[in-house]
């Protein structure tokens, strides 16, 4: 059974930084493309990075250059590093593993 647990929300001022976590057990997060997604109430949920089987990564454009996702293969968890962050950042944060889903995480940016 695959489970996707995140971590790391909470209230933070503009322009400050956040590192999500999203530690996973039933697969291993090499052989599986990660991403996060975010969403806000009435909105559809929004793809914000990738992080590919090799490595590769890509980014949303409304948060490339402030975004940074990684994965440490040793502990089986995938981050997103969060800086410069904007009142537009706040939402629900989601984990996501090809098919699979965590329970997100709330971001909260306000002064």
């Known amino acids: 059974q695959v489970q996707l647990v995140e971590s790391g929300g909470g209230l933070v001022q503009p322009g400050g930084s956040l590192r999500l976590s999203c530690a996973a057990s039933g697969i291993i997060v090499s ?3 990660m991403a ?3 969403q806000t109430p009435g909105k559809q ?3 914000v ?3 590919t089987t090799g490595g590769s990564t890509n980014y949303a454009s409304s948060v490339k ?3 940074t996702i990684s ?3 040793a502990k089986n968890t995938v981050y997103l ?4 962050l904007k009142p537009e950042d706040t939402a629900v944060y989601y984990c996501s593993a090809n098919a699979w889903w965590g329970q997100g995480t709330q971001v909260t940016v306000s002064s």
């Open 31 to 33: 052989f599986a493309t």
């Open 36 to 38: 996060w997604y975010r």
């Open 45 to 47: 949920r929004e793809w």
């Open 49 to 51: 990075a990738i992080v």
């Open 65 to 67: 250059g402030r975004f």
């Open 71 to 73: 994965r440490d293969i």
């Open 81 to 84: 590093q969060m800086s410069s």
